[in-house]
């Protein structure tokens, strides 16, 4: 059975700074893998996501990811951290079968800045 | 983009009542739709994948006779608490799958408190 592992469970960086969010899959094929952000209370909104192709993806709000098979890993990455980024961020796993598929969650990783 | 919508935001039932919680992809037809709960600072929990015009597929663990899914169309899933306990209390989160990959699009989530 697929599992998505997010080793970090609360991460603060400095505004302007870099940041990385880690995330390792289990899965026996190729995965369908997101990242999804909540702010509190809220549902979640699509960041970005990874099919095939090119392993460097490009989300929203100026967000990516890397897919390394070798790693099993889907980390996320934004250069610079904003205020607003302040959420809840959720790697995912999906699993596509003959009629349903399901996506997987990770335990998250809640995002502080500091000012 | 597609959208899910999901009502009510918000419910307070008392402890013993049924309470219909609905999801509907406003723009597109969704073929799968599932339903997660969500405990306080934790994941998001699949219970159930429900295909339009079939029984639903209740996770392990998940109680199908308190759960009740129902997705009489392509545009409406209706997730039914029957006689909810405060135990039951939790943020619950649809989403929904227009194709067999894996492609949601989650629901604002419903805040369901049991006193």
């Known amino acids: 059975a697929q599992s998505v592992t997010q080793p970090d469970i609360h991460i603060t960086v400095s505004e302007g700074a870099s940041l990385e969010l880690r995330c390792n899959y289990s899965y026996g094929a190729t995965p369908y893998l997101f990242w999804y952000v909540q702010s509190p209370g809220q549902g979640l909104q699509l960041l970005l996501k990874y099919f095939s192709g090119d392993t460097l993806v490009q989300g929203i709000k100026g967000f990516e990811a890397e897919f390394k098979r070798s790693q099993s890993s889907f980390n996320l990455r934004k250069p610079s951290v904003h205020w607003s980024d302040a959420a809840e961020y959720f790697c995912a796993v999906g699993q596509a079968s003959s009629s349903a598929s399901k996506i997987i969650f990770g335990s998250g990783t809640r995002l502080s800045i500091r000012p | ?115």
Request: glycine share 6%.
């Open chain 2, 1 to 115: 983009g597609a959208v899910v919508s999901q009502h009510p935001s918000r419910v307070i039932c008392k402890s013993g009542t049924s309470v219909k919680i609905e999801c509907r992809s406003l723009d597109f037809q969704a073929t799968t739709m599932f339903w997660y709960r969500q405990f306080p600072k934790k994941s998001l929990m699949l219970m159930a994948t429900s295909n339009e015009g079939s029984k639903a597929t209740y996770e392990q663990g998940v109680e199908k006779d308190k759960f009740l899914i129902n997705h009489a169309s392509l545009t409406l899933s209706t997730l039914t608490v029957t006689s909810a306990h405060p135990e039951d209390s939790s943020f619950y989160i649809c989403s929904a799958s227009r194709q067999a990959i894996t492609e949601a699009f989650f629901g604002q989530g419903t805040r369901l408190t049991v006193v």
